[in-house]
């Protein structure tokens, strides 16, 4: 299968939790991103992280990434009720094309 | 602010109708994509589109054609919609100088009776 992996597949926590998601891929990489996922709706781009970057932030967003483990994770701090979403990683292992995971819903409890 | 737009947000249709989804963007961008969402399965690129009247298979292209004869516009189409073709289909675009950053469409959620 092309599609990367996340974990975990769902997440619920209390508003003001950290809420940690985990994405894993298959092949070498250009950049990964972070996408977010409302219910019923479109993708939004949250955060891109390119190959030869480890860390990057974004607001309360954090996106590590281990390429010699093909990993990368999304942080979100302080998390709040309007938070609850889902969460997909994205990378371009195949050139021109962008893999997507199967996701991870984070809900937020308030 | 960019926009991609899709036809529809619901859909109904009978096995055995063609299905046209039409999506268009007021970006300028050259990429376009028809992508379908199924629990579990996360996104799967059917098609994609990097100019006018180009067109490259995704990774199940299989009961699926598109057109895109103007470049804002990129149209999916099912020539004769099946049970198992009942999804939320999402178009995205993104400029020519990179395939990330895709922004998407808000979907269109298609019911195959």
């Known amino acids: 299968s092309q599609q990367g992996e996340e974990d975990p597949q769902a997440l619920s926590i209390q508003e003001g939790e950290n809420a940690t998601m985990n994405c894993s891929y298959k092949t070498s990489i250009n950049n990964l991103q972070w996408y977010r996922q409302n219910s019923g709706r479109g993708l939004v781009h949250l955060i891109l992280?390119?190959?030869?970057?480890r860390e990057k932030h974004s607001g309360r967003l954090r996106v590590t990434l281990d390429t010699s483990k093909k990993s990368s994770s999304l942080l979100i701090t302080a998390s709040r009720a309007a938070d609850t979403a889902s969460y997909f990683c994205a990378s371009d292992e195949y050139g021109n094309k962008l893999v997507f995971g199967a996701g991870t819903i984070l809900r937020v409890k308030s | 602010d960019v926009k991609v737009t899709q036809s529809s947000r619901y859909l109904v249709k009978r096995t055995g109708e063609k299905v046209f989804l039409e999506c268009v963007q007021d970006?300028?961008?050259?990429?376009m994509f028809w992508y379908r969402q199924d629990p579990g399965l996360g996104l799967r690129l059917i098609y994609f589109s990097y100019d006018v009247k180009m067109k490259e298979k995704g990774d199940i292209p299989e009961g699926y054609s598109v057109s895109r004869e103007k470049k804002e516009r990129f149209s999916l189409i099912l020539e004769s919609a099946s049970t198992n073709q009942t999804s939320m289909y999402l178009c995205a675009s993104s400029p020519l100088a990179s395939y990330n950053e895709q922004f998407f469409g808000p979907g269109t959620r298609l019911t195959v009776l």
């Open positions: 992280i390119r190959s030869n970057e």
């Open positions: 970006m300028d961008h050259e990429n």
